[in-house]
């Protein structure tokens, strides 16, 4: 079939058996990101890590896990990796003061991370748009 010979007029709705693919995948609640963080933080860790059952919102990242700055760092990239361009760990631990840094707890990242995913995510540029330098 030709351009000219495709049928005019809006486009056939899928038929009901048809599964469509939704615009946005939903939003996993705080007790699924922090089983995934948990797992993000054993693999950083390695064999140093903790039991994943023992990681809990309350859970600090320096006292109780004894994260050092790169394993700050290999979280960042894990959770880039897990999560995608959505959640990102080092522009959130900038918004931060020292002490909060310091004191920052597995359950405020799990926080921050379904608020990004929650979040609606960028309209993409039109065409012809100029990116502000």
């Given at each position: 079939?030709?351009?000219?010979?495709?049928?005019?007029?809006?486009?056939?709705?899928?038929?009901?058996?048809?599964?469509?693919?939704?615009?946005?995948?939903?939003?996993?609640?705080?007790?699924?990101?922090?089983?995934?963080?948990?797992?993000?933080i054993?693999?950083?860790?390695?064999?140093?890590?903790?039991d994943?059952?023992?990681?809990?919102?309350?859970?600090?990242?320096?006292?109780?896990?004894?994260?050092?700055?790169i394993?700050?760092?290999?979280?960042?990239?894990?959770?880039?990796?897990?999560?995608?361009?959505?959640?990102?760990?080092?522009?959130?631990?900038?918004?931060?003061?020292?002490?909060?840094?310091?004191?920052?707890?597995?359950?405020?990242?799990?926080?921050?991370?379904?608020?990004?995913?929650?979040?609606?995510?960028?309209?993409?540029?039109?065409?012809?748009?100029?990116?502000?330098?």
């Open positions: 079939m030709t351009t000219s010979e495709l049928p005019t007029g809006a486009a056939p709705l899928a038929a009901p058996d048809q599964k469509t693919v939704p615009d946005r995948l939903p939003v996993p609640d705080e007790k699924t990101v922090l089983a995934e963080i948990a797992g993000l054993v693999t950083v860790l390695g064999e140093y890590a903790p994943p059952a023992d990681i809990r919102p309350d859970t600090l990242f320096g006292d109780d896990l004894e994260l050092e700055s394993d700050l760092v290999m979280l960042s990239a894990q959770l880039q990796e897990w999560y995608g361009e959505r959640v990102n760990f080092a522009e959130f631990v900038a918004g931060l003061e020292i002490d909060e840094v310091i004191a920052l707890s597995v359950g405020r990242l799990v926080d921050h991370v379904v608020a990004c995913l929650g979040a609606e995510p960028a309209a993409a540029p039109g065409p012809g748009a100029v990116r502000w330098s």
